[in-house]
């Protein structure tokens, strides 16, 4: 509904010396993540080397109904992962975590990322005789396993294998009958993190999802390093890490929970700087800042405090428009931001707004945004937008993947300003953007802003034939 980038996906795992009830932390887990993917989510549990499993399209408590998690029954070892169609199509095929079985047991694999290479790797296996039942990167991972598991001594050997064959952004967690693997890719793009609770080690895409279940926080899994726990307790590999990579910044200008801790940093304090920035460098006579929630909030208070304007709330938004709301007609597409979002008239009427958000994408929705505003009697507006200008595709798992959705590739900021109906519009510099993290254990990726990519990006983007197929079948 929103003209927003989808957030990535969200993993988890967890790992018990005793069996326990992993099933239910796993659940509570992925509700904390679940800003991170809103279109399907799935639970593994490890019972003695039994997997039972269980995904489907949907939000984490619409699939996993009481019923559905005490049949999971309770185990030592389990995945969850929530999911957006950043790669593979929106089918409910391409759930994860992904249940693999071959000849050396099972495997689970939850992923968070894209493969620039995926399509070119799934080639060579289809060739080699594989059979693909999803269009997701993340089969095409655990088939490469499977296929260096048949000459390898442990399966964390053919993880690191595996490393070098594949390219691009991936976050992963993994589950063999005996071990829960935790890896990230030599450039660092998607966070992942270890934590523990009494005897259990846990693995979380953000640490906010450790502070649901109470467990404290250890440490980020490093670029390219593989962190495997077993009954002997916790090893890491670190073949692949390469030094401190490129940590993709708009986790933190937009994509993560503001309560996370990424990178040493805290994604709250990272986008008040942000808003801070903003006033530095486009500052405008106003009476009130607001921000379009929810992202835009801790940046509108950080513009709000560098500028000395007032801070007000100018927004509520409605919580209980899920993921299921349509709107089958023109009409009702209109009317879907006002639905979303109501401006408080008593914040905005005959003021000067300063309008913080996080982005402009395609530009519609933000347009809506600024007439809600103007309908509830703002005399001027003002945006300030807490990242730069996008200008180019990402493929490390957003779902821009072509510069035809991006309005600043049309139009200069002064038309888009006119376009969406704004005073006046400013972005923030890509120097200042690779500073709001401050003293972050990380180099940033910046390629949508700047085309100035960490690894080679792929040549051209093939459609996989299967993918077509499935397109066809679901119009």
Not at 124 to 147: C, K, P, Q, W
Not at 160 to 179: D, H, N, R
Not at 183 to 210: H, N, T, V, W, Y
């Amino acid at each position: 509904m929103f003209d927003k980038l989808k957030e990535e996906c969200g993993v988890f795992g967890i790992y018990d010396k005793h069996t326990s009830d992993v099933a239910k932390s796993t659940y509570y887990a992925l509700y904390a993540l679940q800003h991170r993917g809103q279109e399907s989510c799935g639970i593994a549990v490890n019972d003695d080397g039994i997997i039972r499993a269980h995904k489907d399209s949907g939000l984490v408590p619409e699939v996993f109904t009481k019923d559905v998690l005490e049949k999971l029954g309770k185990g030592n070892i389990a995945v969850g992962h929530v999911r957006y169609s950043t790669a593979g199509n929106s089918n409910r095929s391409n759930a994860q975590p992904l249940v693999i079985r071959h000849i050396k047991g099972h495997m689970v694999v939850a992923h968070n990322g894209n493969l620039t290479n995926a399509a070119d790797l799934r080639e060579e296996l289809e060739n080699g005789g594989a059979i693909f039942h999803t269009t997701s990167d993340t089969e095409v991972i655990a088939y490469t396993m499977t296929r260096e598991r048949l000459q390898s001594g442990s399966i964390e050997e053919a993880l690191e294998k595996t490393m070098y064959q594949i390219k691009g952004a991936y976050s992963l967690v993994i589950m063999s009958p005996q071990k829960l693997i935790a890896a990230r890719d030599p450039q660092g793009f998607r966070p992942l993190c270890m934590g523990r609770l009494g005897e259990k080690i846990l693995f979380a895409s953000e640490s906010c999802a450790l502070d649901t279940l109470g467990a404290e926080f250890v440490r980020d899994v490093e670029p390219g390093e593989i962190v495997v726990v077993d009954d002997s307790g916790v090893r890491s590999i670190k073949t692949h890490c390469q030094g401190k990579g490129h940590f993709c910044v708009f986790e933190f200008v937009y994509f993560a929970r503001p309560d996370s801790v990424i990178e040493g940093f805290s994604v709250h304090d990272a986008r008040q700087r942000a808003g801070a920035f903003l006033a530095l460098e486009h500052p405008v006579e106003a009476d009130v800042v607001i921000g379009v929630p929810d992202s835009g909030l801790d940046a509108a208070l950080g513009y709000a405090k560098e500028s000395g304007i007032p801070y007000g709330v100018g927004f509520i938004k409605n919580r209980y428009v899920g993921r299921t709301f349509i709107q089958p007609t023109q009409g009702e597409r209109e009317n879907a931001v006002r639905i979303k979002l109501n401006a408080v008239s008593a914040t905005v009427k005959d003021k000067r707004v300063v309008l913080i958000d996080d982005s402009i994408v395609r530009g519609t929705t933000s347009a809506r945004i600024v007439k809600l505003l103007r309908d509830a009697g703002a005399k001027e507006v003002h945006m300030r937008i807490s990242s730069p200008p996008f200008v180019n595709p990402c493929y490390f798992g957003t779902d821009i993947d072509s510069k035809d959705k991006l309005i600043a590739c049309k139009m200069s900021v002064e038309e888009i300003a006119e376009h969406i109906g704004v005073d006046s519009l400013g972005y923030l510099s890509l120097d200042h953007v690779k500073k709001i993290a401050g003293n972050a254990k990380c180099d940033f990726c910046v390629g949508c802003f700047n085309g100035e990519y960490p690894v080679e990006p792929p040549k051209e983007i093939k459609k996989d034939k299967f993918e077509m197929k499935i397109s066809e079948t679901n119009k």
